[in-house]
């Protein structure tokens, strides 16, 4: 029927039909239009061959070349690439140069830009640069009515620097927007004669501003016309509308040739900024070709992650997309790991809620604190309460106390009150650079220590919070204990079993009590802190760096069992590895330095540390001393310059010194040297550290063993209860550690090193 109906139409109809159809296909372009010359992508309104282009925007693709290469219509000009979205597009112009000799004008070529019979493009102001080589160089550039230029001189190569054009040697001058022609020109009264032995030409070119990078290569010879044979780019506006405003143009939906461009239902209209007419631009939420019906497309937003920022879950809609947190979290999915589980019971998120109530707490502190108001304290104090509620609180106190076996308690500020007498300043038993340590008893008669922290800086409230999070994690009986912790008060307070013999530096250096400690007992705090050290670095989930080993550091309870303490500078190893490298921390004596050269904190910042605490026990000496002469100041200076001129038993502590414990004094000597090397690479591991030490107290027990079954009276200083399983062989100190030919060897590197001087 339909058939039957159209051929009993008059001719006449057919024919407007037909004309329409055709109209209509010279505003989008028909499907058959080669989109590709070579290498380069020709997206309409540009196009090759009729019906393919928007008029203004008809390329040549010369396809006698290898490979094709398209020009802009009937001009030598080239065109490397187009952008549809920034409205732009880049075109080769042309390095003009000029060369002399001492007396003559060897020749020149000139190429002017001219794209004056194609009023949608111009070149861009903001894109490019007027640049201009050479070293007796006055170098113009302009058309009938407009003229720039500058001006580059040298006298010798010297004073040239590479990749600046200053004036010496190169030049750069801005040149004026909307400019469709230039040409360039270089004045003959100031030449190159005068400078020709080192630089015979000048060149001049526009540019993209920041393309080319000077050399001083550039001035020799006449090198850069070949070094840029086909041309510079430069970067070209361009418009569609032939110099109609947006406004004006819809009024005009399809008639071509002047036809509203912006096809796409998706697409908007923008003035050009750059002279007259308008471009088109896919509408946000799109992306593609505005200038062809369904040219814009949909972006999936949620396949670009880190672009559109959404780590929850991600759903694209059309032209837009949804983010949101995971079902059974919340919190905030455009940043990473910013949703939070409203329910869990794994580690790692009542880790993330008790920071989230940490950092919340301190935030709400500090501006509590600024303003200083009672009052106003007051209703703080309610707000954290509520949010301590809201951020999970109450199931943070469950989970802690479930976890691992490890009790871990949230004390009320009524309790720790209660505990200390009010804070009372006779129960104070240390001050850190952190916070003040107070003697507490809990209502079950336990003694606890609590750790207060000053009314601290951000970053000492964030290193209390970061103390509590290691150590709640941490199982280990030569670790402190930290039995929980306050949340409730302005400071965070932690909660510590208490241990009645102080640390290991009042108990070496006390001018007060000096104890008699043999060697078996140094021996056996060194290996238990070096096994305390050894598990933080490899036994727990997350390696742990103590950052601060000192002989303060390490406790001592009733039976002098060491007791590792203060993580208030450690570190989870592998994360954040420059986040704590702003701030210097470890203490003046023992810190690490190769860790003040990277500002890297490592397992190995530990070993060297804790090789000045071995160095301690050994000499009884602190680790750096006032009031004494340079040389004697830093310890580990002075051991190894003993250890060099072999007079190391000169340093050790005349307590220890007996002539049967010399050798195992000696190899904990060559010990510490590897501690103490200054490439942390070369360092033995806190694990070597630890089995060593071990074998040592082992060998040294043995020993004890042996000469008490030769002499039983002479038996004042071995206590048995260090001897745990009686020796089944004797072992041959010298020779019969595994680990002895390894130290040799590394001996040999550690003196190395000492002696040139690292
Ligand atoms: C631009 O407009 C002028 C007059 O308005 C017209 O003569 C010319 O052909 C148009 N050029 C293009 C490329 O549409
Ligand atoms: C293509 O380039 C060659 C070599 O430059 C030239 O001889 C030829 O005329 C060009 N063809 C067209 C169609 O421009
Ligand atoms: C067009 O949209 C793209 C992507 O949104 C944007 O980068 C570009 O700047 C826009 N162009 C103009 C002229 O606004
Ligand atoms: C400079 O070049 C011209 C033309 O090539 C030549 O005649 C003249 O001898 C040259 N002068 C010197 C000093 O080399
Ligand atoms: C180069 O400059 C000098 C002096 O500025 C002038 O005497 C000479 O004629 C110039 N050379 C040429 C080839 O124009
Ligand atoms: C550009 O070409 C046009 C004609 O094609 C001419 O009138 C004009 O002077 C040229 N401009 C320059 C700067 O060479
Ligand atoms: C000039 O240096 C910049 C930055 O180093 C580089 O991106 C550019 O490609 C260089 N230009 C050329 C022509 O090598
Ligand atoms: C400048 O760069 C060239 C190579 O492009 C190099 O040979 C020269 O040593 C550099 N000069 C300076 C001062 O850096
Ligand atoms: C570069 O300049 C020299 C003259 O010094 C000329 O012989 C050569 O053809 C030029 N090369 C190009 C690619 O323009
Ligand atoms: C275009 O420019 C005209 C006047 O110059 C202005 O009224 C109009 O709002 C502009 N349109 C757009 C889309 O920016
Ligand atoms: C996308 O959605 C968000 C809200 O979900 C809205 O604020 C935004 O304006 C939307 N964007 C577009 C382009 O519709
Ligand atoms: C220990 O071993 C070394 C080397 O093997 C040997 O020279 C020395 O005599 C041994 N000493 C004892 C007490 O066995």
């Given at each position: 029927?339909?058939?039957?109906?159209?051929?009993?139409?008059?001719?006449?109809?057919?024919?407007?039909?037909?004309?329409?159809?055709?109209?209509?296909?010279?505003?989008?372009?028909?499907?058959?239009?080669?989109?590709?010359?070579?290498?380069?992508?020709?997206?309409?309104?540009?196009?090759?061959?009729?019906?393919?282009?928007?008029?203004?925007?008809?390329?040549?693709?010369?396809?006698?070349?290898?490979?094709?290469?398209?020009?802009?219509?009937?001009?030598?000009?080239?065109?490397?690439?187009?952008?549809?979205?920034?409205?732009?597009?880049?075109?080769?112009?042309?390095?003009?140069?000029?060369?002399?000799?001492?007396?003559?004008?060897?020749?020149?070529?000139?190429?002017?830009?001219?794209?004056?019979?194609?009023?949608?493009?111009?070149?861009?102001?903001?894109?490019?640069?007027?640049?201009?080589?050479?070293?007796?160089?006055?170098?113009?550039?302009?058309?009938?009515?407009?003229?720039?230029?500058?001006?580059?001189?040298?006298?010798?190569?010297?004073?040239?620097?590479?990749?600046?054009?200053?004036?010496?040697?190169?030049?750069?001058?801005?040149?004026?927007?909307?400019?469709?022609?230039?040409?360039?020109?270089?004045?003959?009264?100031?030449?190159?004669?005068?400078?020709?032995?080192?630089?015979?030409?000048?060149?001049?070119?526009?540019?993209?501003?920041?393309?080319?990078?000077?050399?001083?290569?550039?001035?020799?010879?006449?090198?850069?016309?070949?070094?840029?044979?086909?041309?510079?780019?430069?970067?070209?506006?361009?418009?569609?509308?032939?110099?109609?405003?947006?406004?004006?143009?819809?009024?005009?939906?399809?008639?071509?040739?002047?036809?509203?461009?912006?096809?796409?239902?998706?697409?908007?209209?923008?003035?050009?900024?750059?002279?007259?007419?308008?471009?088109?631009?896919?509408?946000?939420?799109?992306?593609?070709?505005?200038?062809?019906?369904?040219?814009?497309?949909?972006?999936?937003?949620?396949?670009?992650?880190?672009?559109?920022?959404?780590?929850?879950?991600?759903?694209?809609?059309?032209?837009?997309?949804?983010?949101?947190?995971?079902?059974?979290?919340?919190?905030?999915?455009?940043?990473?790991?910013?949703?939070?589980?409203?329910?869990?019971?794994?580690?790692?998120?009542?880790?993330?809620?008790l920071?989230?109530t940490m950092?919340s707490i301190l935030?709400l502190t500090?501006?509590g604190f600024?303003?200083?108001?009672w009052l106003k304290n007051r209703n703080l104090m309610k707000t954290k309460q509520k949010f301590f509620k809201?951020n999970?609180g109450v199931l943070l106190q469950q989970q802690m106390n479930s976890y691992?076996?490890v009790t871990f308690k949230l004390f009320t500020q009524e309790e720790l009150k209660k505990a200390t007498d009010n804070f009372s300043s006779s129960r104070i038993i240390g001050r850190g650079?952190q916070g003040i340590v107070y003697e507490g008893m809990l209502e079950d008669n336990r003694l606890v220590a609590i750790k207060k922290s000053k009314l601290a800086?951000?970053?000492q409230t964030?290193?209390f919070a970061?103390e509590m999070l290691?150590l709640s994690?941490?199982?280990?009986?030569?670790?402190i204990k930290l039995l929980g912790c306050c949340l409730e008060v302005e400071v965070p307070m932690l909660v510590y079993e208490l241990v009645s013999k102080g640390?290991?530096?009042?108990?070496?250096?006390?001018?007060?009590?000096?104890?008699?400690?043999?060697?078996?007992?140094?021996?056996?705090?060194?290996?238990?802190?070096?096994?305390?050290?050894?598990?933080?670095?490899?036994?727990?989930?997350?390696?742990?760096?103590?950052?601060?080993?000192?002989?303060?550091?390490?406790l001592?309870d009733d039976?002098?069992?060491?007791k590792?303490s203060d993580?208030g500078?450690?570190?989870?190893?592998?994360?954040?590895?420059?986040?704590?490298?702003?701030?210097?921390?470890?203490?003046?004596?023992?810190?690490?330095?190769?860790?003040?050269?990277?500002?890297?904190?490592?397992?190995?910042?530990?070993?060297?540390?804790?090789?000045?605490?071995?160095?301690?026990?050994?000499?009884?000496?602190?680790?750096?001393?006032?009031?004494?002469?340079?040389?004697?100041?830093?310890?580990?200076?002075?051991?190894?310059?003993?250890?060099?001129?072999?007079?190391?038993?000169?340093?050790?502590?005349?307590?220890?010194?007996?002539?049967?414990?010399?050798?195992?004094?000696?190899?904990?000597?060559?010990?510490?040297?590897?501690?103490?090397?200054?490439?942390?690479?070369?360092?033995?591991?806190?694990?070597?550290?630890?089995?060593?030490?071990?074998?040592?107290?082992?060998?040294?027990?043995?020993?004890?063993?042996?000469?008490?079954?030769?002499?039983?009276?002479?038996?004042?200083?071995?206590?048995?209860?260090?001897?745990?399983?009686?020796?089944?062989?004797?072992?041959?100190?010298?020779?019969?550690?595994?680990?002895?030919?390894?130290?040799?060897?590394?001996?040999?590197?550690?003196?190395?090193?000492?002696?040139?001087?690292?």
């Open positions: 029927m339909a058939a039957l109906t159209l051929r009993l139409l008059p001719s006449a109809v057919l024919i407007a039909i037909a004309l329409t159809v055709a109209a209509l296909a010279t505003a989008a372009s028909p499907p058959n239009c080669d989109r590709k010359c070579g290498d380069v992508d020709i997206p309409y309104p540009f196009g090759i061959g009729a019906g393919c282009f928007r008029d203004g925007f008809d390329l040549v693709c010369n396809r006698s070349l290898q490979p094709p290469r398209p020009f802009i219509g009937d001009t030598s000009i080239e065109l490397m690439d187009v952008s549809v979205a920034l409205g732009r597009a880049r075109a080769y112009t042309h390095v003009d140069w000029v060369c002399y000799n001492a007396t003559d004008m060897l020749g020149y070529e000139i190429v002017p830009f001219n794209l004056s019979t194609r009023p949608a493009f111009a070149i861009s102001a903001a894109e490019n640069k007027f640049t201009a080589v050479g070293c007796a160089t006055v170098a113009l550039v302009g058309n009938d009515d407009y003229v720039t230029g500058c001006v580059s001189a040298c006298t010798s190569e010297a004073g040239v620097s590479n990749d600046t054009c200053d004036g010496f040697g190169c030049c750069q001058t801005a040149i004026r927007e909307g400019m469709t022609a230039l040409t360039t020109g270089f004045s003959v009264d100031y030449n190159n004669s005068r400078v020709w032995e080192f630089n015979p030409c000048s060149y001049a070119f526009i540019v993209e501003h920041e393309w080319y990078n000077f050399s001083l290569a550039d001035l020799g010879g006449n090198r850069l016309n070949q070094t840029y044979k086909s041309g510079v780019p430069v970067v070209l506006d361009w418009n569609v509308g032939n110099m109609t405003i947006c406004e004006e143009a819809r009024r005009n939906p399809n008639s071509p040739p002047a036809s509203y461009a912006c096809a796409d239902k998706n697409s908007e209209c923008f003035n050009s900024s750059t002279g007259g007419g308008y471009i088109c631009n896919c509408t946000s939420g799109y992306q593609g070709n505005p200038y062809e019906d369904g040219g814009c497309q949909d972006i999936d937003e949620c396949s670009r992650q880190s672009e559109y920022r959404c780590y929850g879950s991600c759903i694209n809609t059309i032209g837009n997309y949804t983010c949101s947190c995971p079902q059974g979290t919340m919190g905030d999915p455009t940043t990473k790991d910013g949703c939070h589980p409203t329910t869990s019971s794994t580690l790692p998120q009542y880790l993330k809620v920071i989230a950092s935030f500090i501006s600024s303003t200083n108001l809201q999970g691992r076996g650079g800086d951000e970053r964030r290193e970061k290691i994690q941490i199982n280990h009986k030569n670790v640390n290991l530096f009042e108990y070496l250096h006390s001018k007060t009590h000096r104890f008699h400690i043999p060697l078996d007992a140094r021996l056996r705090i060194a290996v238990e802190s070096a096994e305390a050290l050894a598990y933080l670095h490899s036994s727990t989930s997350t390696p742990i760096i103590h950052g601060d080993v000192k002989s303060s550091n390490i001592l039976e002098y069992t060491a590792v993580f500078a450690s570190k989870l190893a592998p994360k954040d590895a420059t986040q704590l490298a702003t701030f210097v921390q470890g203490t003046c004596g023992y810190l690490d330095p190769e860790y003040m050269l990277t500002c890297q904190l490592t397992e190995k910042s530990d070993v060297f540390s804790f090789g000045v605490v071995i160095l301690e026990l050994l000499t009884r000496r602190k680790a750096f001393e006032f009031n004494v002469s340079d040389e004697e100041m830093l310890l580990t200076a002075n051991f190894i310059s003993a250890m060099k001129e072999n007079k190391v038993d000169e340093m050790v502590d005349p307590e220890i010194k007996k002539e049967e414990d010399m050798v195992v004094i000696k190899e904990v000597c060559k010990l510490v040297v590897l501690c103490l090397n200054s490439n942390g690479d070369e360092r033995p591991t806190m694990k070597e550290v630890a089995e060593d030490l071990g074998k040592l107290s082992k060998n040294k027990q043995i020993l004890d063993m042996q000469s008490k079954h030769q002499n039983p009276v002479d038996d004042i200083i071995v206590t048995s209860d260090y001897v745990h399983e009686p020796p089944q062989r004797m072992q041959n100190v010298t020779s019969s550690e595994h680990s002895t030919s390894r130290y040799r060897s590394l001996e040999v590197q550690a003196v190395l090193s000492i002696e040139s001087g690292r």
